[in-house]
């Protein structure tokens, strides 16, 4: 059977991430966590080694980029492949359902930019108000 191929008609139940028992809510929390979304965008320039990886992401540990890789791997959205080289250098690239899962973050990242005057106005008083006695 060829994975890649399997289409959403022959689960056995419908998806639902609002039900609690939905396997779908384990993959949306995969792919929201604030460091799954950051390496679907910065995969999406093509392949790069950890090391890249890591410095194009400001702020990611090597534990963290390590753990989201081994995460976003196990649901189909990162292949990684190791090259037979001395030093071992292993590579990172999007699957195409990786590739499809990064447009629509990347619609997400654009419209937060395009309205981040907007959001950030509104957080202002809601800091100021949290911050008073």
Known sequence: ????????????????????????????????SRWSLLVLLALRGGTLRFGALKRRIGGISERMLSQTLTVLEGDGFVSRRA???????????????GAEASE????????IEANLGTILAYAQPQ????SMP
């Open 104 to 111: 629509r973050v990347m619609g997400l990242t654009c419209w």
């Open 83 to 97: 090259l037979e080289v001395v030093p071992p250098h292993v590579e990172y690239s999007l699957t195409p359902l």
């Open 1 to 32: 059977m060829d994975i890649s191929r399997i289409a959403e008609a022959e689960l056995p139940f419908q998806p639902d991430v609002l039900a609690v028992a939905c396997p779908s809510r384990q993959v949306l929390a995969h792919l929201t």
């Open 127 to 130: 800091a100021a108000e949290g």
